[in-house]
T-cell receptor, first 116, second 111 residues
Framework: KAGVTQTPRYLIKTRGQQVTLSCSPISGHRSVSWYQQTPGQGLQFLFEYFSETQRNKGNFPGRFSGRQFSNSRSEMNVSTLELGDSALYLC???????????????FGPGTRLTVT | GIQVEQSPPDLILQEGANSTLRCNFS?????LQWFHQNPWGQLINLFYIPSGTKQNGRLSATTVATERYSLLYISSSQTTDSGVYFC?????????????FGAGTQVVVTP
């Protein structure tokens, strides 16, 4: 079974621009979560989607948004990029469906975003 | 919110040595995972272990949920074991796909 895939793998953008990152989960997984990793803050949860609905959101400004499509693929968008948005963005999928399901998350290779 | 603390922050090992990494968490959890992050940034699943003991080759893990800690054992370390090891927990038990990560243990295995 193919793993979680993310595109693009590397991206360089300028301050003020916007960016869209894509994530395809493991086949059959309907839950997709996004994380940001920076040297200063470590790994931080952005949001999670299931059945095209955002079920949970981390403590990030509204410039960070996401969506999920009917085939469970997900995109995240960052508008008005700032230098501090430079990070590794990781996507994870799981087979979790209900809140109390035990679950294991599987991560993609990440998209490394550099904002200049 | 839940606190996840990993120790030690850094570990330097000679090839062939054994080591123990620790993860303490401040509240009950219903999901605990160990990951290895390789130099390219990929998080590789090592164990899903909310409780009990598991082994996979030279790696094993134990979680004592009642005492709120987990241990990752690396035996006969190899240079390919180098990287950052993360412990991550589900902080709410009903958190809809949110994992809270520790700060990680940076492991360097020298030949």
């Amino acid at each position: 079974k193919a793993g979680v895939t993310q595109t693009p793998r590397y991206l360089i953008k300028t301050r003020g621009q916007q960016v869209t990152l894509s994530c395809s989960p493991i086949s059959g997984h309907r839950s997709v979560s996004w994380y940001q990793q920076t040297p200063g803050q470590g790994l931080q949860f952005l949001f999670e989607y299931f059945s095209e609905t955002q079920r949970n959101k981390g403590n990030f400004p509204g410039r960070f948004s996401g969506r999920q499509f009917s085939n469970s693929r997900s995109e995240m968008n960052v508008s008005t990029l700032e230098l501090g948005d430079s990070a590794l963005y990781l996507c994870a999928s799981s087979s979790k469906t209900f809140g109390t399901d035990p679950y294991e998350q599987y991560f993609g290779p990440g998209t490394r975003l550099t904002v200049t | 919110g839940i606190q996840v603390e990993q120790s030690p922050p850094d570990l330097i090992l000679q090839e062939g040595a054994n080591s123990t990494l620790r993860c303490n968490f401040s509240d009950s959890v219903n999901n605990l995972q160990w990951f290895h992050q390789n130099p390219w940034g990929q998080l590789i699943n090592l164990f899903y272990i909310p409780s009990g003991t598991k082994q996979n080759g030279r790696l094993s893990a134990t979680t004592v949920a009642t005492e709120r800690y987990s241990l990752l054992y690396i035996s006969s370390s190899q240079t390919t074991d180098s990287g950052v090891y993360f412990c991550a927990v589900d902080p709410d038990g009903d958190s809809w796909g949110k994992l809270q990560f520790g700060a990680g243990t940076q492991v360097v295995v020298t030949p």
